[in-house]
C-alpha cells in the first residue's frame, strides 16, 4: 500500500494570538486597530507592519484581518473590547 507524504515546504506559521480591543477613527476617516498581545497594547492602520512580523489587512468596526509579512497565516480577529 503506498503511503501518503507528507506536503512538502515549510510547515505553517503558529497562529495568530493578537486580540483586537479597540478601534480608534480619526476625523479624516483613518482606522486605527487596536490589539493585545497579552501584555500591552499594540496599535496600528491597514497596511502596517507590527511588530516586525504581522501586517494589518483590513481594519473594520467589527473585525480586522492580520497575517505574517510573508501572507501566510491569515487570520480574521473578532472585536472583542477586552
Known amino acids: 500500500?503506498?503511503?501518503?507524504?507528507?506536503?512538502?515546504?515549510?510547515?505553517?506559521?503558529?497562529?495568530?494570538?493578537l486580540k483586537y480591543i479597540g478601534l480608534v477613527e480619526?476625523?479624516?476617516?483613518?482606522?486605527i486597530a487596536v490589539l493585545s498581545d497579552g501584555r500591552r497594547p499594540i496599535h496600528g492602520v491597514e497596511g502596517?507592519?507590527?511588530e516586525g512580523q504581522y501586517r494589518?489587512?483590513?481594519?473594520g468596526l467589527e473585525s480586522m484581518e492580520?497575517?505574517?509579512?510573508d501572507?501566510?497565516?491569515?487570520?480574521?480577529i473578532p472585536l472583542t473590547g477586552k
Request: charged letters at 20%; hydrophobic letters at 30%.
Open 1 to 17: 500500500a503506498m503511503i501518503p507524504s507528507a506536503p512538502s515546504g515549510p510547515p505553517p506559521p503558529p497562529p495568530i494570538t
Open 26 to 31: 480619526k476625523a479624516d476617516g483613518t482606522k
Open 48 to 50: 502596517q507592519e507590527l
Open 56 to 59: 494589518i489587512l483590513k481594519v
Open 66 to 69: 492580520i497575517a505574517y509579512l
Open 71 to 76: 501572507g501566510r497565516g491569515r487570520r480574521t
